[in-house]
Each structure stands twice: as structure tokens, then as C-alpha cells.
């Protein structure tokens, strides 16, 4: 059974701090993906990272995925408020059969 | 562009009585559709998922069954609910290995 361990479960910082965050597993996948999630809202696909080592930039968020495409890690430079949300990596494989493994996600707090 | 669209968005039914919960995808052909329940604001867990009309995958065996009428329509449902079947349940659709969410449906069971 493919699993996805997403750490740390909680988060809490003050506005400015740096924090990461990681998914990690045993398995490979062929790619990871990072989605942010708001109260009463559905996930909002972030990212997606296909090749190991790859690291991709969205403003103050820095997405990594591992070279051996087991783990991946999601840094936010000078967190804001903004940033507060459950975040949440899902793998895909094709012999999966569309289906995405998910993570049970990182709530992080960003204090003003 | 791709829009979804789920209703309602908040819904408290008694136990017993059925739901019926419909989701919506505008602006592609044959996607890939799935419903998701999310308790406390953890995890997602796949309930159902549908590469095509009529063709539908359970994952968990439990009070709840889904369709697909239609090849953009997805519909969840119950004849009895329970008291278990309180939570977030989003709908999501792909074609590749991205998926896209809905805005989700509350549900309380009393």
C-alpha cells in the first residue's frame, strides 16, 4: 500500500518566520503534487513536480521533489497571514488508475 | 476555462433520510470524476471515482453509492443516511493526474 506521511500534522508562526514542510514516503512516484486548502473550500492545486531533484518557485513558496521522487518538501519564505491554509501532497502513479495518493496534510497557522 | 460547480453547499438531513448531492463540470469532455469526504479538516478520502458514463469505482464500501448520468454530471447518494456520514464531500475532476475541486458540500447528519 503506497502511503504519503506529511509532517509536521500542525504549524503555528509568526508573520515574517520561514517554515517547511514535507511529504515523504517509501514509494516512487512518477509525479507529486501540492494543493492548498481554506476553511469550507476545496483543495487549489499549487504545484506539480515530475522529474527528481526538480524545484520549482511560486513567489515565496519553493517546491522540491526528492531525487529519487519518494519525498517532497514545500518552504515558504516570510510567511503571511495569507499563507494560513492546510496544505496537502498527492502522488500519482499510472498503474494507480487515476486514482492520486494523498497525504493527510500540514495545517499551518501564520499569526499576524 | 474548466469550472465546477457542486449543491448544495450546506446541508443538515435527519438520519434516515436520503441525500443526493450533484456536482457539475463545465468546459471539458470525458473527464475523470471523483468524490471525496474530508473529516475535520484532515485528509481527503476517495469515496468514488468515474473514467466515463456509467462506469463507477468504489472505494470504500459503505452507506453511500454514486452515478454518472450524464458525461459531466456526477451524482452521490444515499437512501438512508447515518449519523457517520457527516462531513466535507468534494467533487473533483482531471484528465491528466491534476485534479480540481469543487467548493465542497457541509454535511451534517442529526
Known amino acids: 500500500t503506497q502511503l504519503l506521511e506529511q509532517s509536521p500534522q500542525f504549524l503555528s508562526i509568526q508573520e515574517g518566520e520561514n517554515l517547511t514542510v514535507y511529504c515523504n514516503s517509501s514509494?516512487?512516484?512518477?509525479?507529486l503534487q501540492w494543493y492548498r486548502q481554506e476553511p469550507g473550500e476545496g483543495p487549489v492545486l499549487l504545484v506539480t513536480v515530475v522529474t527528481g531533484g526538480e524545484v520549482k518557485k511560486l513567489k515565496r513558496l519553493t517546491f522540491q521533489f526528492g531525487d529519487a521522487r519518494k519525498d517532497s518538501s514545500l518552504h515558504i519564505t516570510a510567511a503571511q497571514p495569507g499563507d494560513t491554509g492546510l496544505y496537502l501532497c498527492a502522488g500519482f502513479n499510472a498503474g494507480n488508475n487515476r486514482k492520486l495518493i494523498w497525504g493527510l496534510g500540514t495545517s499551518l497557522a501564520v499569526n499576524p | 476555462s474548466q469550472t465546477i460547480h457542486q449543491w448544495p453547499a450546506t446541508l443538515v438531513q435527519p438520519v434516515g433520510s436520503p441525500l443526493s448531492l450533484e456536482c457539475t463540470v463545465e468546459?471539458?469532455?470525458?473527464?475523470?470524476l471523483y468524490w471525496y469526504r474530508q473529516a475535520a479538516g484532515r485528509g481527503l478520502q476517495l469515496l468514488f471515482y468515474s473514467v466515463g458514463i456509467g462506469q463507477i469505482s468504489s472505494e470504500v464500501p459503505q452507506n453511500l453509492s454514486a452515478s454518472r448520468p450524464q458525461d459531466r454530471q456526477f451524482i452521490l447518494s444515499s437512501k438512508k443516511l447515518l449519523l457517520s456520514d457527516s462531513g466535507f464531500y468534494l467533487c473533483?475532476?482531471?484528465?491528466?493526474?491534476?485534479?480540481?475541486f469543487g467548493p465542497g458540500t457541509r454535511l451534517t447528519v442529526t
Open positions: 473533483a475532476w482531471s484528465i491528466g493526474y491534476e485534479q480540481y
Open positions: 514509494s516512487v512516484f512518477s509525479s
Open positions: 468546459g471539458t469532455s470525458n473527464p475523470n
